[in-house]
């Protein structure tokens, strides 16, 4: 009996096994488009399915609120002290709990990313979708990710600011060069450069947090990412 049961439970198998390999290779047919859109793909240049994955916008609003809040005055008074040894603006910002180089190219990075994944998932004028028979909603994201965008480089992506970009990271290239031609007498003079540019130009952005409440540091700015503020 032991046998017939074995036996029974692999032709149980071997049959479930053809019958799924029969119902994928139907649908795969059925849904196959044809040699000649295949053909035309390829002459497009082809088509990819990829996946990509960022850090995400970084943050310590939290601990920068407790390293400046009064509560603990042996705490703040050593990161004040950390923020003076500093050199550099994003140095100082970082040794004094806030965010640092790193991780505001890591923001920019994921602006960039959040912007060309929304301008692609919801691409009104997209042909494709159009000839799928599928139509995209009008959607009001309200996270300013284009105008952040503006805010950051200059433009948005595949245009000008591609080759030469502008806005806070162009004033901060341009900031650099001059500091290195010895425009500047000390670093503090060049920080000082770079905030009074940004706060001038974006004081009414939504995104741009020109003087955080938190902070009695006038080298500490923020930007909201998303829903949120980065210090």
């Known amino acids: 009996m032991l046998l017939y049961a074995q ?8 049959l479930y096994g053809v019958l799924v390999a029969y119902v994928v290779e139907t649908f795969n047919r ?10 035309e793909l390829q002459v497009q240049g ?41 050199s550099t603006l994003l ?4 040794s004094f709990g806030a965010l640092g180089y790193e991780e505001f190219c890591i923001n920019y990075q994921t602006e960039l990313m959040h912007s060309w994944f929304i301008d692609q998932q919801f691409d009104q004028h997209s042909s494709r979708p159009s000839a799928d028979g599928i139509n995209i909603p009008k959607l009001n994201l309200n996270d300013f ?7 950051l480089r200059g433009g948005l992506l595949d245009g000008k600011a591609d080759r030469k970009p502008g806005s806070i990271i162009g004033g901060l290239a341009k900031t650099s060069n001059s500091q290195r031609k010895g425009k500047y007498n000390t670093m503090e003079e060049a920080d000082n450069d770079v905030l009074d540019g940004m706060r001038s130009h974006f004081a009414s952005h939504p995104s741009l947090i020109s003087r955080p409440s938190h902070s009695t540091s006038q080298s500490v700015f923020g930007i909201q990412h998303g829903l949120g503020p980065q210090g």
């Open 91 to 94: 140095g100082r910002a970082k």
């Open 30 to 39: 059925k849904l196959f488009p044809g040699n000649e859109f295949i053909n």
């Open 46 to 86: 082809g088509c990819s399915i990829l996946q990509s994955d960022s850090p995400g916008a970084q943050g310590r609003s939290k601990e920068l609120g407790d390293m400046l809040s009064g509560n603990d005055v042996p705490t703040r008074r050593r990161s004040l002290k950390q923020l003076d040894r500093s």
């Open 7 to 14: 036996q029974r439970d692999d032709f149980t198998n071997a």
């Open 145 to 151: 990710s284009s105008s952040r965008l503006e805010m």
